[in-house]
């Protein structure tokens, strides 16, 4: 995996010129997921994720987490959680973006792991795109005429592709029909997080407070169903990468 974090200047500069790669951004959150996950899920499921597709297309792509905290302002009652401003989380990705770009990746896409970013980076994203498109590429705007023109010109033949991604959205209903009994799928904490918790962090679930104790679904979970949802996840993602790459 080609992790930005541990490239010298040299290495950075030759990865990205020759290779041309895509960079894949985790988001997520540090919050409190009820008695038996632990806080930081959210920004680690998401990672997993990232460093999973960033090992398997390692020639394509570049791995960067510039934040672990995100929009969380409606789980401050449980001590431990960590939340941005809604301006401060959208500002920094859009300085990452324009970063990434100016260094000469212009293809990214962020995996987020959490609910509370999801409306307001959803919101921003289009902005971002457009602000990036029109900020980077040299276009004549001499004949435009409405906000219409301006749009299809910054979309035509641009190199810049920004991609914000929440995972549990990538899944085929029909799958999660098969797999998933809560009927609030993906929820918070429940059957459809917990059983991937199960998976990936087996250490850092309380499985008697799940199994016992249990608030909502995640007594539903299991660690068979994490393994397809995750695998699920990949096949989806590397679908998307590959059409980015193209």
Same mark, same amino acid.
Do not use: C
């Given at each position: ?6 490239? $010298?200047? $040299? ?5 990205? @010129? ?11 959150? #540090? ?12 920004? $680690? ?7 999973? %597709? ?42 990452? #973006? ?13 995996? @987020? ?24 590429? $040299? ?39 098969? #797999? ?47 393994? %397809? ?18």
């Amino acid at each position: 995996m080609n992790n930005l974090e541990f490239f $010298n200047r $040299n290495e950075a500069r030759d990865f990205i @010129n020759k290779n041309k790669p895509m960079a894949i951004i985790p988001t997520g959150s #540090v919050e409190q997921h009820l008695n038996h996950l632990f806080i930081g899920m959210d920004i $680690n499921s998401a990672t997993k994720i990232a460093e999973e %597709l960033a090992n398997k297309f390692s020639k394509n792509t570049i791995f960067y987490r510039p934040l672990n905290v995100g929009i969380a302002e409606h789980h401050m009652a449980f001590p431990g959680t960590m939340t941005l401003r809604v301006n401060t989380f959208i500002g920094v990705l859009t300085d990452v #973006v324009n970063s990434m770009i100016r260094g000469g990746i212009t293809k990214i896409l962020f995996i @987020n792991g959490h609910g509370g970013n999801t409306e307001p980076m959803r919101t921003a994203m289009q902005n971002i795109n457009l602000e990036m498109k029109g900020v980077h590429s $040299n276009i004549d705007t001499s004949e435009v005429r409405s906000h219409i023109d301006y749009m299809e010109l910054l979309n035509k033949d641009s190199e810049i592709d920004i991609k914000y991604t929440s995972y549990w959205e990538m899944h085929d209903p029909n799958f999660i029909k098969e #797999v998933i009994k809560d009927p609030n799928y993906p929820g918070h904490a429940g059957e459809y997080e917990t059983s991937l918790g199960l998976y990936l962090f087996p250490d850092f679930i309380d499985k008697d407070l799940m199994k016992n104790k249990p608030l909502g679904t995640a007594n539903h979970a299991t660690k068979e169903k994490g393994k %397809l949802i995750y695998e699920d996840l990949i096949e989806k993602y590397s679908k998307l990468l590959q059409e980015m790459f193209n």
